[in-house]
């Protein structure tokens, strides 16, 4: 039991991690883009913040972290071989999919912005 909780811990360490590093790449790639909330002292705050998560991680168990690490090979595996342009039953019927982003949509002065990608599959016409 203890080692699903480290299990449970280490996944909510790596998504605030991941969040850190999400918010210094999205300040750094897209500066103009409208901000709902303020992140003040970011570039000292969220090294700080990356270095106490992988401290976390590091002081757990090491039968938990590389449950982690395998559980997360097998995710992403899983996750890129339902791609639908590795999928064979795309491949079968022909089909080309393209991958279409939403746009921001502003509601009463708040954006929100959706990072919803949906992907559209249509047949490929022979040329």
């Known amino acids: ?5 480290e299990l449970a811990n280490t996944g909510v360490l790596a998504a605030f991690f991941i969040v850190f590093v999400g918010l210094i790449a999205l300040r750094r ?11 003040p002292l970011l570039y000292v705050l969220a090294p700080i913040g990356m270095a106490v998560c992988l401290y976390l991680i590091w002081a757990l168990s090491l039968v938990t972290n590389i449950t982690f690490i395998v559980l997360m090979i097998l995710g992403i595996s899983s996750t890129a071989a339902m791609h639908p342009s ?17 746009q921001p949509v502003s509601l009463d002065r708040a954006v929100f912005h959706w990072g919803l990608y949906y992907r559209l599959c ?4 022979v040329a």
């Open 86 to 102: 590795a999928s064979l039953l795309a491949k079968k019927n022909n089909l080309a999919c393209t991958t279409i982003a939403l």
């Open 122 to 125: 249509r047949r490929k016409t």
């Open 1 to 5: 039991m203890l080692y699903i909780v």
């Open 29 to 39: 790639n897209s500066p103009d883009l409208p901000r709902t909330f303020n992140f």
